[in-house]
């Protein structure tokens, strides 16, 4: 499962419940990004919430695919978000401070330091394997991105 897939909107029921209608909690989740961020409900938003929803939406759905939001590009800026938190020097709970305090969104520490191992062991693969097949640059790549997430 992706970590984008355990990534949940904070305060949910008060947020449906300012937009009279029911969505799903994860943030990634079609419906949710369909009803946050297609612009009508965002009136009916506290202007606390509305904000964040605003600067999730400037920062992770601003792309120009035609399937927009629905189209990965979201999810994959969000990893290279948590990755840069990660890279910044910040923790599983701090990331899920910081994740909070910017988007309005909260997932579990567990669930974030799994995903940091996980990109840990994936980047050892890919510097073994690139080694293995000679190609040295992308070795020192792959050891240099492991390097700064460690």
């Known amino acids: ?18 937009l009279e209608t029911s969505f799903p909690k994860g943030a990634f989740k079609g419906a949710t990004l369909d009803i946050l961020f297609q612009g009508a409900g965002l009136s009916k938003l506290n202007e606390a919430s509305r904000d964040r929803v605003l600067e999730f ?11 927009n939001p629905h189209c990965g590009c979201p999810e994959e800026k969000f990893v290279r978000y948590l990755l840069e938190l990660r890279e910044q020097g910040l923790g599983p709970d701090a990331i899920v401070d910081v994740m909070g305090e910017e988007y309005m969104l909260y997932a579990y520490p567990g669930d974030v330091l799994s995903f940091l191992d996980d990109s840990v062991r994936t980047l050892e693969a890919v510097e073994s394997l690139a080694d293995v097949d000679g190609q040295t640059e992308v070795t020192k790549q792959a050891r240099e991105r492991r390097d700064e997430l460690v």
């Open 1 to 18: 499962m992706a970590i984008t897939d355990k990534i949940y909107i904070k305060n949910h029921r008060q947020l449906a419940s300012q």
């Open 57 to 67: 939406a400037e920062d992770f759905l601003d792309c120009e695919c035609q399937a």
